[in-house]
């Protein structure tokens, strides 16, 4: 018995057989003593009707009418939700973004959680109601409403489950887990039991679409223990917490990241401060930079490449070429049919050999390596798309990760 | 120049062109230097399809949850609005009920408007920005999501013009401003260049549903200028305000109201205070009772009939029948296929005749009347449906109304 806040994603709510078979779910949790709160999603394809709507209209509309004409698609869900468990005879409550307490910072579209004024859905849980809150949105500081792009409703049930001190978020999705490899491209790949904050951080900036690393960065920063489970299976999933209880293995997974394109600015002045420079042009922007190779520099010139997810790319492109009088590069090419495969696991900053091993996979499927970057405990290679199933593939063999 | 408000019904605005035609309706107005507020219904369809999508999953979902459901439609419409305005290169700001400071009291599906704040309007309209505000919805003093029922988005527009002052309230409809009878029934029907509110109010609550009499009431208890004219035709619609200019006109209009059923309480014990026992059981239902009929009693009982709207007629009789062993009828009747047809006007007040010429156009159709009410202004009848046009044709043409 405890405070548990369950998430569920756009495709668990979207029909009415759906939202019942959600409903079901929190009851079980409910009837078991437990309190909890539940953070919901946009119903299925909600989201993309209402920005298909908007651009029939106004297709450089300002984020600000975005927010609000986006948010509009959890408060549907949300009362839906209600109104089925309504119907199976428990009390509840749903709560949209501003009345859940979910202040934000004031950039639309993205916005940043910046705390949970939590009273609201206390007051609700105090009375023993099942709490529905919408996810993706918040208020900010002018009243105003905002999203919180990406991977927004993990983040708002993080946040949440901070805030009031939960025993556990559990993020319902459509697979039953966090496993090896992505099981639509290594079938035999293996369900992970436990993994560690740090460890899933790397596999989800590492383009493992399971959980947004922005959502695990907070349930590390305030030790919330999270669970990623299936919707549909009663199986449990995977546990995301600070230390594994299980032995460290040396790979934890492999994952493919296909949002990604490589910028290469050609025969940049080697100056001091020429990187700070680039990227604080970007960073104004808000485009964020991922894997970054410096060219040795040779006749006072030097290549400066990196990455940027694709839908990114067009502002990166144009920013730097409006800059360019002060960046000073040759050229400035693109290319947007890369993939980053990585892998990640806490034991390999132990075993040298790691990067070699796959390293020789790749060269065993014959794939070309354009850039590697690493961390702690992850590697990442960029590599032609067209290779990057074949890749996961050759590594999930080669580190025996198979069931 | 001065402070306009304008409201666009859910028709108005069910597509993108007529978005757009509504954006440009707004832009003259702000480009002629006034400052504009703009108050909008969801789109079309988009109320019905949400009580559809709730009806699947629950027919007897709480009101509170379908208010927080159905108020996301204006979310969806101002929305959209705001980016069409953006895209034709003016400022503004959308802005929910809650936002706008549509301060409702606790009634949920049937709120009624307790205060606007108009703080934030304000704010927004000193920064010469259009500001467009949600319809139909506010919030209660819980901080929950409230709706105002039937009516409600004129009700929101002419709240605010009086919060704020505003030297004009349109109402945008899709008729080009108020007829001395529906122009569907009777095709030489006359539009009203003015009309006071009294006038207006007893053609609203008789059944021309070109404005509800909440939003009349309210724009008389403010003394609120309001103009009904098409959103389609730029032309000059029909001014509601408190004295008519023009000279006074003995019928101002005939309307038809379908929406009416009638009950009858047969044998009823003749004892004082039964009426007000009926009427208050039934108040606490929260069904409004109209034209009430009284028969003289005999043998020491009574009958008592009287109207209400079609959808409380079943509310309405199961709490007659569950307190009948109170009320003491021998049976309680009932007859939905009833009209009530009603002549307006402020003139016939110094003409006793105008009844009387009612009733001779009424019996040379051959037509029966069930019921009679009158006010200082109206005369009502209740007939059968069947002979509803036939009644407001021929009424139309023995007072010589057509233009």
């Known amino acids: 018995m405890g405070l548990i806040v369950q998430k569920f994603g756009g495709s668990s709510v979207a029909n009415a057989e759906r ?3 959600v409903a079901s779910r929190v009851i079980d949790t409910y009837d078991a003593g437990n309190d909890v709160v539940v953070v919901v999603s946009a119903q299925g394809d909600t989201t993309d ?6 651009k029939e209209i106004n297709d450089r509309a300002s984020k600000r009418e975005m927010d609000v004409l986006l948010s509009a ?26 009345q859940a307490g979910m202040n934000t910072d004031i950039n639309y579209s993205r916005a940043r959680i910046k705390r949970v004024v939590g009273e609201r859905i206390q007051l609700e849980l105090d009375k023993r109601k099942i709490v529905i809150v919408a996810g993706f949105q918040g208020i900010n500081k002018y009243d105003d409403i905002t999203t919180l792009g990406r991977g927004g409703s993990d983040t708002s049930a993080v946040a949440i489950a901070a805030a009031l001190g939960a025993d556990l978020c ?4 459509d697979v039953r887990g966090v496993y090896t490899a992505d099981p639509r491209i290594v079938p035999e790949a293996t369900m992970l039991s436990e993994i560690t904050y740090d460890e899933m951080l790397e596999l989800a900036s590492a383009g493992a679409n399971v959980l947004h690393n922005r959502s695990v960065e907070l349930a590390k920063k305030f030790n919330v223990n999270m669970e990623v489970l299936s ?8 546990i995301v917490k600070e230390e594994n209880t299980v032995e460290k293995m040396l790979i934890r997974g492999i994952a493919r990241d296909n949002d990604v394109a490589r910028i290469s600015l ?17 960073a104004k922007k808000k485009v964020n930079v991922d894997v970054i190779l410096q060219s040795i520099g040779r ?14 790319l067009e502002v990166a ?26 892998i990640v696991g806490a034991g390999m900053t132990a075993d040298p050999g790691v990067a070699a091993t796959m390293f020789e996979a790749l060269y065993d499927a014959d794939i070309n390596i354009q850039m590697i970057s690493t961390s702690e405990i992850r590697i990442s290679v960029l590599i032609d798309r067209k290779d990057a199933e074949k890749a996961v593939k050759a590594i999930h063999k080669k580190f025996e990760l198979h069931d």
Request: proline share 3%; net charge negative.
């Open 19 to 21: 939202v019942f078979n």
């Open 49 to 54: 009707d209402l920005i298909e709507k908007a």
């Open 73 to 98: 698609g959890e408060q549907i869900s949300m009362s839906l939700l209600a109104m089925a468990i309504e119907k199976l005879g428990r009390p509840v409550v749903s709560l949209t973004g501003w």
């Open 170 to 173: 559990q993020i319902y999705t």
């Open 231 to 238: 919707s549909f299976e009663k199986v449990p999933g995977t």
């Open 266 to 282: 050609v025969n940049v002045k080697d100056a001091p401060g020429k990187a700070f420079q680039i990227f604080s042009i970007l």
């Open 299 to 312: 006749d006072g010139n030097k290549d400066i490449s990196f990455t940027v997810a694709t839908n990114d």
């Open 317 to 342: 492109l144009n920013t730097l070429n409006a800059n360019n009088s002060i960046i000073g590069a040759e050229t400035i090419v693109h290319d947007d049919n890369v993939s980053k495969v990585s």
